[in-house]
């Protein structure tokens, strides 16, 4: 069964420093999503993606954040100059809107983001 | 944001019991609500979602319940298994938007 795949699983940086997440979102799908999780938290909703371009965004999502698809297969997050309470769990999901009609996002494993 | 509440954060059921999971919701606007499951170490899993305009879904062991006048949907496990055991979220979306608002969850354990 088709999955999404997330690396690293854990990521330890230095405050200040430049992080790259990465995401092989399910190969037929069209939408493509970050979330994240700060230990003991609710899950949030961070940016989504389509067609080459940020379709929506949230207020957690600032400048220091980027996403980008370099390829045909790669979605990636990257974090500019890190911050202490940037130190959560980040989980990639990709969708197909429409399919079922259910909105159903499909979600990785996860990369556990650690900033010292 | 407090869009979606699941005000039980823990569970403990018998194994072939019923485990029954609430959420509750303020948005009236919300088109879709979807349960995830989620063990350790993994992202949350898809179980089953439902319609705004249904009351209704059922999925083999899984039912999911909506009650629009008051704002309450249910996810209902028979019967329950102890691979069951993990933390269950609730999430909504609406149709205009691409995001999934989460609640806070609720850790499930059912026990032999």
């Known amino acids: 069964e088709p999955e999404v795949t997330q690396t690293p699983s854990h990521q330890v940086t230095q405050m200040g420093q430049e992080v790259i997440l990465r995401c092989v979102p399910i190969?037929?799908?069209?939408?493509f999503y970050w979330y994240r999780q700060i230990l003991g938290q609710k899950v949030e909703f961070l940016v989504s993606?389509?067609?080459?371009?940020?379709?929506?965004k949230s207020e957690i999502f600032d400048d220091q954040f980027s996403v980008e698809r370099p390829d045909g297969s790669n979605f990636t997050l990257k974090i500019r100059s890190t911050k202490l309470e940037d130190s959560a769990m980040y989980f990639c999901?990709?969708?197909?809107?429409?399919?079922?009609?259910?909105?159903?996002?499909?979600f990785g494993p996860g990369t556990r983001l650690t900033v010292t | 944001d407090q869009q979606v509440k699941q005000n039980s954060p823990s569970l403990s059921v018998q194994e072939g019991r019923i485990s029954i999971l609430n959420c509750d919701y303020t948005?009236?606007?919300?088109?879709?609500f979807l349960w995830y499951k989620k063990y350790p170490a993994e992202g949350p899993t898809f179980l089953i979602s439902?319609?705004?305009?249904?009351d209704k879904n059922e999925d083999g062991r899984f039912t999911v319940f909506l009650n629009k006048s008051a704002k309450h949907l249910s996810l209902h496990i028979v019967p329950s298994q102890p691979g069951d055991s993990a933390v269950y979220f609730c999430?909504?979306?609406?149709?205009?938007?691409?995001?999934?608002?989460f609640g806070t969850g609720t850790r499930l354990q059912v026990f032999p």
């Open positions: 999901a990709s969708s197909v809107p429409g399919q079922g009609s259910s909105y159903e996002q499909y």
């Open positions: 190969s037929n799908h069209l939408y």
């Open positions: 993606f389509y067609n080459n371009e940020i379709s929506e």
């Open positions: 948005n009236s606007m919300f088109d879709y």
């Open positions: 439902i319609s705004s305009i249904k």
């Open positions: 999430a909504a979306i609406l149709a205009s938007t691409d995001k999934l608002i």
